[in-house]
């Protein structure tokens, strides 16, 4: 399974980005898809998360602000982040995973919330 992930970049604080990811490969029906997010000396935690079901879990600190969603028949996953702040700054990882299958990641895509 692939990973490519597109968004991220610069924003000020209060701001808004949208992280988009699209996975290719053995794409299995039943699975899960999100982001974490990562700031050095950290470990990597969860942001968001979405199965094939379409039952959305979130971090506490982004809930009323992020929001996840899926296309199955592309095998996406978007982020709409809004009302960033600079503690949202990291960069930020989708990931694949199914049933008995370990966890596929994307390369990363940085995301920075300042003035």
């Known amino acids: 399974v692939q990973l490519v992930e597109s968004g991220g970049g610069w924003v000020q604080p209060g701001g808004s980005l949208r992280l988009s990811c699209a996975a290719s490969?053995?794409?299995?029906?039943?699975?899960?898809m999100g982001w974490y997010r990562q700031t050095p000396g950290k470990q990597r935690e969860l942001v968001a998360t979405?199965?094939?079901?379409?039952?959305?879990d979130y971090q506490d600190s982004v809930k009323g602000r992020f929001t996840i969603s899926r296309d199955n028949s592309k095998n996406t996953v978007d982020l709409q982040m809004n009302s960033l702040k600079p503690e949202d700054t990291a960069v930020y990882y989708c990931?694949?995973?199914?049933?008995?299958?370990?966890?596929?990641w994307g390369k990363g895509t940085q995301v920075t919330v300042s003035s």
């Open positions: 990931y694949y995973k199914a049933v008995a299958t370990t966890p596929y």
């Open positions: 490969g053995s794409i299995l029906r039943i699975n899960a």
């Open positions: 979405i199965t094939s079901r379409g039952i959305a």
